[in-house]
């Protein structure tokens, strides 16, 4: 079975995808190729702009304890980049990224708001909301120096 | 004093909460947040910046 797909959203930062991969258990390394099922199936349709032949190349790939397959990374060479998995439940990737890749997009959000606020001069503060109208969220306060 | 809440949720929605800036400063203030995140699904602004705006059309009106 072959499942690849896009994590969908917009990947603005490499330092913040290998903190991401890091809050989440996993490990960023450079690499041109990532595991997944191995073998196109023709059962799920390919990810947008990608051939039968690019499937498994990536310029870092991801890895997580316990899951056999990994998520691959493509430099966009825009400033932006690319995070492809095979999301099969055999490959246990959706135990550590979430369905859809939910808690990674999570986990990146986190690390770029933090890296973005330490760059522009702020101190920042990361609370998990536990009650109210945003229980379960994550609140990363971003405090100007006096 | 100027601050930034940036509310993360489970999805990855973000919202962002400033509170101490005056009228554009607001704007100004969360523009490299904007950018840099990509998505930002809300935005909440605070009274401050709506006094200021009133305060000035008050001056102008005068």
Known sequence: ?146 | MSKIRVLIGPKGEVKLEPTGFIGEQCVEATRFLEEGLGKVSDRVDTDEMYQQEVSNDLHEST
């Open chain 1, 1 to 146: 079975m072959s499942h690849m797909a896009d994590i969908e959203h917009e990947f603005k930062s490499l330092e913040a995808i290998h903190l991401a991969a890091e809050r989440l258990g996993g490990t960023l390394r450079e690499a041109n190729t990532y595991k997944w099922y191995g073998r196109y199936m023709g059962d799920h349709p390919l990810p947008e702009g990608i051939t039968k032949e690019q499937l498994g190349k990536c310029d870092w790939a991801i890895s997580f304890p316990n899951a056999e397959y990994e998520i691959g990374i493509l430099d966009n060479h825009d400033g932006t980049y690319r995070v492809l998995w095979d999301f099969w439940s055999g490959g246990h990737l959706q135990n550590a990224v979430g369905k859809d890749g939910v808690d990674f997009i999570r986990a990146y959000e986190i690390e770029q708001t933090t890296l973005l606020g330490i760059e522009n001069g702020y101190s920042v503060d990361l609370t998990e909301l536990t009650e109210g109208e945003y229980a379960g969220w994550t609140a990363v306060d971003l405090e100007a120096y006096v």
